[in-house]
């Protein structure tokens, strides 16, 4: 069913049926996004997530049960794009890809933008740490990307879900970004557990720089 409102959507779509039989559609296939189930027979949705990460950046949306709020922020933190919870909307689904990948396409932009050591090229979609390269997924850059170049401004979960995702708290949960900040420092940051890039302002959300 979700492939036929894909399909009818415009998208040329393959489907697996389990795990390991994903691993070769992936090779062979070479797809711009994948919809991973995370509760997958022969080789976990998990595993199949983590191949992909140590791979490259390919946007992945998650399907997870509702009850299993673990899942989800398991999925987040092994670096899914987004998330959506059974049981869902094909509707719904078929707008989280045409975001994801519109907001994975690389953007033009007029150079490279430069704050506190951290450098963003959104030309390129590369970024970089004090001159050393920064391996992030497409929404980590997204994110990094948005709050390097707004630095010093305070944006709320809520804001960050509008302008990064191009979704709202009603259709995304705000700990989606939490989940991304965190992820995010553990690669710029050159102690995660206290952050001087990425800064909390507690109460009201997060900013780049002081």
């Known amino acids: ?13 393959q489907t697996a049926v389990d795990g390991a039989s994903a691993r070769r ?28 990460r140590r791979n ?28 959506v919870v059974k049981p869902f909307s094909p509707r719904e689904l078929v707008a989280r890809v045409r975001t994801v990948l519109r907001r994975s396409t690389p953007k033009p932009a007029s150079g490279p933008i430069e704050f ?5 090229d959104a030309s390129r979609r590369v970024a970089s740490v004090d001159g050393d390269p920064v391996e992030l997924t497409a929404k980590e850059f997204d994110l990094l990307a ?11 979960r809520n804001e960050l879900l509008e ?28 102690d995660p557990q206290n952050p001087t890039r990425v800064q909390t302002v507690w109460g009201v959300g997060y900013r780049f720089g002081s």
């Open 1 to 13: 069913m979700v492939a036929n409102y894909l399909r009818r959507d415009g998208y040329l779509v």
């Open 25 to 52: 559609e992936l090779a062979e296939f070479a797809p711009d996004l994948v919809v991973l189930d995370l509760m997958l027979p022969s080789v976990s949705g998990f595993e199949v997530l983590a191949e992909i």
């Open 56 to 83: 490259g950046d390919l946007p992945v949306i998650v399907l997870t049960a509702r009850s299993e709020e673990t899942d989800r922020v398991a999925g987040l933190e092994l670096g899914a794009d987004d998330y």
């Open 116 to 120: 506190d050591g951290v450098e963003v």
């Open 146 to 156: 948005f709050l390097v170049g707004h630095a010093r401004q305070v944006f709320s």
């Open 163 to 190: 302008r990064v995702w191009g979704s709202s708290a009603e259709w995304q949960d705000p700990a989606t970004v939490t989940v991304h900040i965190r992820r995010i420092r553990q690669k710029i940051e050159p």
